[in-house]
């Protein structure tokens, strides 16, 4: 607790963002489609939809961590009456404010996924059966022409 003010708040911060990355990561594993966990497809719309404002909120508790040391940093950097030792900007601000900007794309992702699901049902397709096609490998081999399907397929025929 002897530390300085600015360095307690951004301590503070970035164990409020690791919690709430935790939760964010909890409900977003509960709420995706694949998981049986959850309910019905319009509960785990909801359940993605809080793991997605607990990702914003972890990597806005994040990024002003990170920007507030950084400000703190390159204040004291540019101030000609600061006599103590000087910092620079190193790898961990960036990669900090990277895992931010990561964090607050995934919880926009998550959600835009309650948009997704919150429409109507999709409309199935009717599956009409493969279509054989012979190759000339085919054609070569059968020289008696038979109505039996050929059992060797071109590559194509399953696109």
Not at 62 to 77: D, G, P, Q, V, W
Not at 115 to 128: C, F, K, L
Not at 141 to 158: G, I, L, Q, R
């Amino acid at each position: 607790l002897s530390l300085t003010g600015y360095i307690q708040a951004c301590r503070g911060l970035m164990i409020s963002a690791v919690c709430l990355g935790f939760f964010g990561a909890v409900f977003g594993l509960l709420g995706m489609k694949c998981t049986k966990v959850g309910g019905s497809d319009q509960t785990k719309a909801k359940i993605a939809g809080l793991a997605g404002l607990f990702f914003i909120l972890s990597g806005l508790c994040s990024m002003t961590s990170c920007s507030l040391y950084a400000n703190r940093i390159t204040s004291e950097f540019f101030d000609p009456s600061f006599v103590a030792q000087k910092y620079e900007l190193g790898a961990a601000l960036f990669i900090g404010w990277a895992g931010a900007s990561l964090c607050i794309i995934g919880g926009i992702i998550f959600c835009f996924s309650i948009a997704e699901s919150s429409n109507s049902a999709r409309r199935g397709y009717a599956y009409n059966g493969a279509t054989s096609v012979m190759s000339s490998r085919t054609k070569v081999h059968n020289s008696v022409p038979d109505k039996t399907p050929p059992k060797h397929f071109d590559k194509n025929a399953y696109v």
